[in-house]
């Protein structure tokens, strides 16, 4: 299945409300006909190249692309176009993604603090085990968020080059791209593996079972995301030195 029809699949079953806050792939893959209407006819005398140097970017976003004459001439607005684009999907990324990552961190913060509570009153912690596993569930969909819209990127500039028929965007891009807030989730990472351990500190198997049994809609999502992107990757025509590692 194409990586398209995946994704959207994704965010039709799992990712509903954060909808609006992927990569917009379907769209640039039309402004990439646009650009180059057919594969295999000769590409466009006027290229984007990016200049040597200029993948790296800030933490904010930065000039992730900036676009350079080359030799043929100035850059048509097309490719110019599709590389702002580009630019302000990183942007959008790394928005919604450090604020879900704030909300998170909050989120355990005020969890640990309950979780302590009702240890000292001698409550039952099943509640609160719930929302544990709810709050865990919901930063492992954020991960699969970061993943699959890496994919996404690495995927759509690799069709820009074949297109255009010379490596111009895809290297320098991606490097940028690593670099990026919302590629970096240890932060996510490390509040996952706590969730984990206050989990099981707290219960044995055969309470966090019936925990997860009874709140199961984020284990469901996330065991479903997680299956899929092994097919994406499993079955991906993009392995390089820009793939993820296994899962």
Known sequence: MKFSKILSNLLEEIFPDWREMFLSYKYLKKQLKLIYPKEGDEPPAKRLRLAD?????????????AAEINDDGEVTKEVADFVKLLREQIEKFNEFFLQKEEDYVIAWKELQDRIEKAKDANED??????????LH???VLLEIYSILNYTGLVKITKKHDKRSGAPLIRMPFIQSVLQQP?????VLNKLVKECETMLDSIFSER???EIQHLENTYVKLTLLALRVLREIR?????????SLPPL
Do not use: P, Q
Request: aromatic share 6%.
């Open 182 to 186: 919302f590629f970096s989730i240890d």
């Open 125 to 134: 912690l099943a509640e609160v085990g719930r929302k544990v596993v709810d």
């Open 137 to 139: 569930g919901e930063m």
């Open 207 to 209: 309470e966090l079972a």
């Open 234 to 242: 499993g079955g991906s025509s993009t392995v390089s030195e820009f």
């Open 53 to 65: 140097g200029d993948g790296d970017c800030d933490g904010d976003g930065g000039d992730l692309a």
